[in-house]
């Protein structure tokens, strides 16, 4: 089993469409969880932070549910700008390990 | 202030070959880890160093070795160079305590 397992897409949704990424880590004991995106032939980039509480940042949320091992990011009202691949990382004992990532294209 | 930087940005080698590549951290940041990405696959870890001292290790053969120097630089070196080897190789660093990586643009070899 992966340590980081994400929904393999693509995802091609209209503008204005909400979209759901799901994704499951492995490891129990895996203490911080984050949300980055990747631009075509660009370095990844810390999109947001995962809490467990969820979290919220504009158009975007984040959930966490330790019990299930389970991380989720939605996206409201999507951009042509959210085009990207969206990584899920999971930081046990600050070895930050990526699933591999989810692309989403939005069109007009 | 400088974000992470590496070098070269691109560079082709022959199998059998060896290559090191280079990253200088945001300054401040004392963690420096190594990750290849091939096409298609988020990045897979390769090494993590804190303070000039190896952190951690993910499954990669010792072809594969890497070193920080006291200025929290570092170099990623791999031996006799495979096919599949080609990627493209993220430098990051951070602090540890967050958890947040900052990545830089990255260094693609291409294999032959």
């Known amino acids: 089993r992966k340590e980081v397992e994400q929904d393999p897409g693509p995802f091609n949704v209209p503008e204005g469409a909400t979209v759901a990424f799901n994704c499951t880590y492995s490891?129990?004991?895996?203490?911080?969880f984050f949300w980055y995106r990747q631009d075509c032939r660009k370095e990844p980039k810390l999109l947001m932070s995962v809490y467990s509480s969820g979290n919220e940042d504009g158009r975007f949320t984040a959930q966490l549910n330790r019990a299930s091992q389970y991380i989720s990011l939605l996206i409201r009202d999507s951009k042509l700008s959210d085009s990207a691949t969206y990584l899920c990382?999971?930081?046990?004992?600050?070895?930050?390990?990526f699933g591999a990532g989810t692309r989403l294209t939005v069109k007009p | 202030d400088a974000g992470v930087t590496q070098s070269p940005t691109h560079l082709i080698k022959t199998r059998g070959q060896q290559v090191t590549l280079r990253c200088s951290p945001i300054s401040g940041h004392k963690s420096v880890s190594w990750y290849q990405q091939v096409l298609g696959q988020g990045p897979q870890f390769i090494f993590q160093y804190y303070e000039k001292e190896e952190r951690g290790r993910g499954n990669f053969p010792d072809r594969f070795s890497a070193r920080q120097f006291p200025n929290y630089s570092s170099e990623l070196n791999v031996n006799a160079l495979l096919l599949g080897d080609s990627a493209l190789y993220l430098c990051?660093?951070?602090?540890?305590?967050?958890?947040?990586?900052?990545f830089g643009e990255g260094s693609r070899l291409t294999v032959l």
């Open positions: 990382v999971v930081n046990l004992l600050d070895d930050m390990r």
């Open positions: 490891n129990s004991a895996s203490q911080s």
């Open positions: 990051a660093s951070g602090q540890p305590n967050t958890g947040e990586l900052f």
